[in-house]
């Protein structure tokens, strides 16, 4: 008797779910807007698969369809594949005439797949790279975030700081980079796929953490702002000329097959590539000690406003500060020896 009361319960549960998701209307969602650079012009995205993402993150069964399913490592990798296989270059055509995506920049205008099209090459006449050595360039073609001292700064949601100790999973890194800058740049699945190096420096070491593959999309960090620091990820920490210790960091997501490091190092040239990520949205993301980096005002006045800023690799975004200019970390650290030395010769 107990047993059927229970089945009944469950069946009676079972539909009131049911209603409950056929019947849910999200609410109303903010358009996905950025800054055109150029232009100064306020631009709607283009969101592929935009109805999907908002089922994901803004519907019951969606949600429950996410955490079960979608931000599994598995489901990107299989995805991933499918767009390897020869067929998908079917699926190119109409991905160029939606998003308008210029071909006649590409060093090759024929592809073997979907994933060929979507790590494809530039010409180097493309994407000029500030020849300035004191400019900090943008890593990667996106939408930009940028933050002068990231533990004073409401991060995508107003009251949210950044847990850097989460991303980095580091103490003494994130203690070093605590109250320093950061930049955020976040590719849409029609921007350009490389990434390249925003500054001259030397590759001192590189670290790899799995996690999640949720969506980097701004519908998605508006819902879980946290996400960046679940997804899997990849960081290399280097000591860059003119900016000294600094962190560049990959953050994959939904459908992202996997991200490629090509660069070997150690040394590294500013605009030289670094690696590429394959099938879907993704982000790049730059660390600055504190009173390093000077980043650009209208990117700053931009992410105030709760807006991102279009910009391309090897652009413009920020400069050394005169007291950072030309002092690496290993001379920071000599200079501090130094001074440690005269201390107690002085005693």
């Known amino acids: 008797m107990k047993f059927a009361l229970n089945k009944k319960l469950a ?17 109303e969602k903010e358009p996905v807007q950025y800054v055109n ?57 109409p991905f160029v005439r939606e998003y308008h995506i210029d071909l006649s920049i590409c060093r090759d205008t024929l592809f073997d797949s979907f994933n060929d099209f979507f790590t ?10 500030d020849p300035d050595p004191m400019a900090l360039v943008s890593p990667a073609d996106g939408r930009l975030l940028a933050y002068q001292d990231l533990s004073g700064e409401d991060f995508i949601v107003k009251g949210y700081r950044f847990d850097l100790l989460s991303f980095l999973q580091d103490t003494l890194l994130a203690h070093e980079f605590a109250g320093g800058s950061m930049v955020v740049v976040r590719l849409a699945p029609v921007d350009y796929h490389r990434f390249h190096f925003p500054a001259d420096g030397t590759i001192l070491y590189e670290k790899k953490l799995d996690g999640t593959y949720y969506s980097v999309n701004p519908l998605a960090l508006r819902k879980k702002v946290k996400l ?58 730059l660390f600055f000690r504190r009173g390093i980096l ?29 007291a950072a200019a030309g002092t690496s970390s290993s001379e920071t650290s000599s200079a501090k020896a130094a001074k440690t030395a005269e201390a107690t010769a002085a005693t």
């Open 228 to 285: 960046l620091c679940e997804n899997e990820r990849s960081y290399t920490v280097m000591d860059a000329d003119r900016f000294g210790k600094m962190i560049m960091a990959e953050v994959g997501a939904t459908l992202v097959g996997s991200i490629i490091q090509t660069c070997e190092g150690p040394r590294v040239v500013k605009g030289e590539e670094k690696g590429y990520f394959r099938y879907g949205g993704s982000t790049v993301i």
């Open 120 to 129: 494809r090459r530039l010409k180097p006449s493309a994407r000029p790279v």
């Open 11 to 27: 069946a009676y549960l079972a539909v009131l779910l049911l209603i409950f998701v056929v019947t849910y209307v999200p609410p």
């Open 294 to 322: 000077r980043i650009d005002g209208d990117l700053l006045l931009n992410t105030s406003n709760h807006l991102e800023t279009a910009v391309k690799m090897g652009e413009h975004i920020g400069v050394a500060l005169p």
């Open 37 to 93: 650079r150029a232009s100064g012009d306020l631009i709607t995205e283009q969101i592929p698969g935009e109805k999907w993402l908002l089922w994901l993150y803004d519907n019951p069964a969606g949600e429950l369809t996410l955490n079960a399913v979608v931000k599994r490592k598995f489901v990107s990798e299989l995805y991933g594949r499918r767009m390897d296989k020869p067929g998908s270059v079917k699926k190119i055509r």
